[in-house]
């Protein structure tokens, strides 16, 4: 979310940040009280009627496009109401308006239910002509006991005498009713105004990564049976604190791409399996003063690290851009602020570029890391008058728009004389204003950006690549294998989603790379699957891999998942196929040299690795490695065979 450009998203200097710290250590709103909420299977949430709008849920992905239950695009147009996820700006009264976010007190709900009755705000937001709305909530609202003042639901009373998890429920309900896709976001672990040195820069910086995992999974119970939540976005631009920066695979308490992967999988198999998985990259790392490293990832990492859920089809990337922020510019004007260039200091050319190195790659068809990009944040003020901000926002929109993205404008309420970065603003007594008004200047970037043509209707069915990583543990992201158990104990083990074949290891690294390509579902019916830890399934004069141990699965059987000891190769995981497999065979080797298909098909998925892959019309059928002494005992081989 946008601080004010003059407020620095992050503190400029050691000295700054430690002064930022102090904040962060500031109690909790004094009018909540907390407790754990109840069992999530008691709290289950159901919209009580069927709503009008034509698309159907759920959602799920195929290539670099979401697409609905009869597999018709939907691209994801959408604004962010917020207010649930707090504005108090973290000093002063908690009381006083004064000290929340332009001076709007969200007291934990959805701006604007004060103002506005709920039929009335939806029959706006359809104005608008979006389709989808980003839902911030913190993790303080779910456990938040005490009511929400009477005040803040003047415009609504029936929903008087309710705490802040149940308007929420409220504004869902009336959302999902009106036909508009939800996408949960957890947005801060305080209800305190995000997104500086705040508390509230990392999903557990104020709790632990279990208890967060913990809220996810009882916000997607609590919502499984609203029939147009599609969506989990898990957290809000992850960022440097006071002392470290996140990353993106290091294996600690610090690591967003393991948290990501860890909530993901539990929404997805003890939560709601029909969400989207929203995961946005890193949003700053480093301290802002020249001279010293800093600048934002966002997407940047998944080049050589993506995720691989448990189904391949959930998976979306997002980032959020603003003008006054830059590829290595925190947002600060004065006291933090670098000479590097804001995204709105660059031609239309140079932020082409940026978005396209930034976030969009991750769109390029056949990777490991393709996936859509949701911009899930972007806006600027009706009251802004540098030209440089305006023209911003019209290359940008106008990118959006060449791109076909998927996006949603920050924010979408807000209250009129406080924030005219709102796209619709009401005063006191419910009247409405904003970029709907022929007077605001962003209706032309708005409106081109809402009309221009994109891919629509029925989307085809795409090859899927994912890469498995035992870097740090198992990846196991089959749901079926899990249910058979451990079944290489110690080992780190790693097998593909459901639907996937294995067709690609590196010889060291530890990472596979799964696909469907040529033909989905290879795997035949039931639970049967053979781990193989020795050569009895290689047949007499069929050695493949001369002087190499050989894990070969059984006739009619394909690799499905392999796991390591060490740098050895422990076992290779095989399972039946639905189909007669035999086919012609060859060896590829890769203990030299890489040896892939000429096409590069699913992306480097081992940077620094050699790798080796069967080609696209073929399976895998063995692992052979050595165990000589001076020799690597990764995977050095693979036995591929034709698909039938």
């Given at each position: 979310?946008?601080?004010a450009p003059?407020a620095?998203r992050?503190a400029?200097?050691?000295?700054?940040?430690?002064?930022m710290a102090t904040?962060?250590t500031m109690p909790?709103?004094?009018t909540a009280a907390?407790a754990?909420?109840p069992?999530p299977?008691?709290?289950?949430?159901t919209a009580?009627?069927a709503?009008?709008?034509?698309w159907?849920?759920?959602?799920?992905?195929?290539?670099?496009y979401?697409?609905?239950?009869?597999g018709?695009?939907?691209?994801?147009?959408?604004a962010n109401?917020d207010?649930?996820?707090?504005?108090?700006?973290g000093s002063?009264?908690?009381?006083?308006?004064?000290n929340?976010?332009a001076?709007?007190?969200?007291h934990g709900i959805?701006?604007?239910?004060?103002?506005v009755p709920?039929p009335?705000?939806?029959?706006?937001?359809?104005?608008?002509?979006?389709?989808?709305?980003?839902?911030?909530f913190?993790?303080?609202?779910?456990?938040?006991?005490?009511?929400v003042?009477?005040?803040?639901?003047?415009?609504?009373p029936q929903?008087?005498?309710?705490t802040?998890?149940?308007?929420?429920?409220?504004?869902v309900?009336a959302l999902?009713?009106?036909?508009?896709?939800?996408?949960?976001?957890?947005?801060?672990?305080?209800s305190r105004w995000?997104?500086?040195?705040?508390?509230?820069e990392?999903?557990?910086s104020g709790?632990?990564?279990?208890q967060?995992a913990?809220d996810?999974v009882f916000?997607?119970?609590?919502?499984?049976s609203?029939?147009?939540?599609v969506g989990a976005?898990?957290?809000?631009?992850?960022?440097?604190?006071v002392?470290?920066d996140?990353n993106w695979?290091?294996g600690?308490?610090?690591?967003?791409?393991?948290?990501?992967q860890?909530?993901?999988?539990?929404?997805?198999?003890?939560?709601?399996?029909?969400l989207?998985?929203v995961i946005?990259?890193i949003?700053?790392?480093?301290?802002?003063?020249?001279?010293l490293?800093?600048?934002?990832p966002?997407?940047?990492p998944?080049?050589t690290l993506?995720?691989?859920?448990?189904?391949?089809?959930k998976l979306v990337y997002s980032?959020?851009?603003?003008?006054?922020t830059g590829?290595h510019?925190?947002?600060a004007?004065?006291?933090?602020e670098?000479?590097d260039a804001r995204?709105?200091?660059?031609t239309?050319a140079?932020l082409?570029?940026?978005l396209?190195?930034?976030a969009f790659?991750?769109?390029?068809s056949?990777?490991?890391?393709?996936?859509?990009?949701w911009?899930?944040?972007?806006?600027?003020g009706s009251?802004?008058t540098n030209t440089?901000a305006r023209?911003w926002?019209?290359?940008?929109t106008d990118?959006f728009?060449?791109h076909?993205?998927?996006?949603a404008?920050?924010?979408?309420v807000?209250?009129?004389g406080?924030d005219?970065?709102?796209?619709?603003?009401y005063d006191s007594?419910?009247?409405r204003s904003?970029i709907?008004?022929?007077a605001d200047?962003r209706a032309?970037?708005?409106?081109?950006?809402?009309?221009?043509?994109?891919?629509?209707g029925?989307?085809?069915?795409?090859?899927?690549?994912?890469m498995l990583?035992?870097?740090?543990?198992?990846?196991?992201e089959?749901?079926?294998?899990r249910a058979?158990?451990?079944?290489?104990v110690?080992?780190?083990?790693?097998?593909?989603p459901?639907?996937?074949?294995l067709?690609?290891?590196?010889h060291t690294?530890?990472?596979?790379l799964?696909?469907?390509?040529?033909?989905?579902?290879?795997?035949?019916?039931?639970?049967?699957?053979?781990v193989v830890?020795?050569?009895?399934?290689?047949p007499g004069?069929?050695?493949?891999a001369s002087?190499?141990?050989?894990?070969q699965c059984p006739?009619?059987a394909?690799l499905?998942g392999y796991?390591e000891?060490?740098?050895?190769v422990?076992?290779?995981?095989?399972a039946?196929?639905?189909v007669?497999?035999?086919?012609a065979?060859?060896?590829?080797?890769f203990d030299?040299?890489d040896n892939?298909?000429?096409?590069?098909?699913?992306?480097?998925?081992?940077?620094?690795s050699?790798?080796g892959?069967?080609?696209?019309?073929?399976y895998?059928a063995g692992i052979?490695?050595t165990t000589r002494?001076g020799?690597?005992p990764?995977?050095?081989?693979?036995?591929?065979?034709i698909?039938?």
């Amino acid at each position: 979310m946008p601080m004010a450009p003059t407020a620095p998203r992050l503190a400029a200097t050691t000295a700054g940040l430690l002064l930022m710290a102090t904040l962060s250590t500031m109690p909790a709103l004094s009018t909540a009280a907390f407790a754990v909420p109840p069992p999530p299977s008691s709290t289950r949430h159901t919209a009580a009627a069927a709503d009008p709008a034509a698309w159907s849920a759920p959602l799920s992905t195929r290539g670099r496009y979401v697409v609905d239950a009869q597999g018709n695009r939907f691209r994801l147009k959408g604004a962010n109401w917020d207010g649930a996820q707090g504005s108090w700006t973290g000093s002063g009264s908690v009381s006083d308006p004064a000290n929340h976010h332009a001076g709007q007190d969200s007291h934990g709900i959805p701006l604007g239910l004060d103002r506005v009755p709920l039929p009335q705000l939806m029959a706006d937001f359809h104005q608008l002509g979006i389709n989808t709305i980003r839902l911030p909530f913190s993790n303080e609202m779910i456990h938040a006991t005490a009511p929400v003042p009477d005040e803040a639901l003047a415009a609504n009373p029936q929903l008087r005498g309710r705490t802040p998890l149940e308007v929420y429920d409220a504004v869902v309900d009336a959302l999902s009713q009106s036909g508009f896709a939800v996408i949960l976001n957890n947005h801060t672990n305080t209800s305190r105004w995000c997104c500086g040195v705040d508390g509230n820069e990392r999903w557990n910086s104020g709790q632990s990564t279990q208890q967060w995992a913990d809220d996810w999974v009882f916000m997607a119970r609590r919502y499984a049976s609203v029939p147009r939540v599609v969506g989990a976005d898990l957290y809000n631009e992850v960022r440097r604190d006071v002392l470290d920066d996140p990353n993106w695979g290091m294996g600690d308490n610090h690591d967003w791409y393991a948290a990501a992967q860890l909530a993901a999988d539990r929404i997805l198999t003890e939560g709601n399996p029909r969400l989207l998985i929203v995961i946005e990259g890193i949003n700053w790392t480093g301290v802002p003063v020249d001279g010293l490293p800093h600048g934002r990832p966002v997407l940047t990492p998944a080049r050589t690290l993506s995720h691989t859920l448990v189904n391949a089809h959930k998976l979306v990337y997002s980032a959020h851009f603003y003008g006054y922020t830059g590829p290595h510019h925190s947002g600060a004007t004065g006291l933090g602020e670098t000479h590097d260039a804001r995204y709105q200091d660059l031609t239309r050319a140079e932020l082409s570029a940026a978005l396209d190195d930034e976030a969009f790659f991750v769109e390029e068809s056949g990777r490991h890391y393709t996936a859509p990009v949701w911009v899930s944040e972007f806006g600027i003020g009706s009251g802004e008058t540098n030209t440089a901000a305006r023209t911003w926002f019209g290359n940008v929109t106008d990118y959006f728009a060449d791109h076909d993205a998927d996006f949603a404008y920050w924010p979408l309420v807000g209250f009129d004389g406080h924030d005219d970065w709102a796209l619709l603003r009401y005063d006191s007594a419910g009247h409405r204003s904003g970029i709907l008004d022929s007077a605001d200047w962003r209706a032309t970037a708005w409106q081109h950006l809402m009309t221009a043509p994109g891919t629509s209707g029925p989307v085809a069915a795409v090859p899927v690549w994912r890469m498995l990583s035992t870097d740090h543990g198992d990846a196991v992201e089959s749901v079926r294998v899990r249910a058979a158990g451990d079944w290489d104990v110690g080992a780190y083990k790693a097998a593909c989603p459901d639907g996937l074949r294995l067709v690609g290891l590196s010889h060291t690294s530890g990472r596979g790379l799964c696909t469907d390509t040529d033909v989905t579902d290879l795997r035949a019916s039931g639970a049967g699957q053979t781990v193989v830890t020795d050569e009895r399934y290689v047949p007499g004069g069929g050695d493949w891999a001369s002087g190499y141990t050989k894990f070969q699965c059984p006739s009619g059987a394909f690799l499905i998942g392999y796991s390591e000891r060490g740098a050895r190769v422990s076992a290779a995981l095989c399972a039946p196929g639905r189909v007669a497999l035999s086919g012609a065979s060859r060896t590829v080797w890769f203990d030299r040299s890489d040896n892939r298909p000429a096409d590069g098909a699913g992306g480097d998925f081992a940077y620094g690795s050699y790798k080796g892959q069967c080609a696209a019309n073929e399976y895998a059928a063995g692992i052979a490695f050595t165990t000589r002494v001076g020799s690597s005992p990764g995977p050095a081989a693979l036995l591929c065979r034709i698909l039938p």
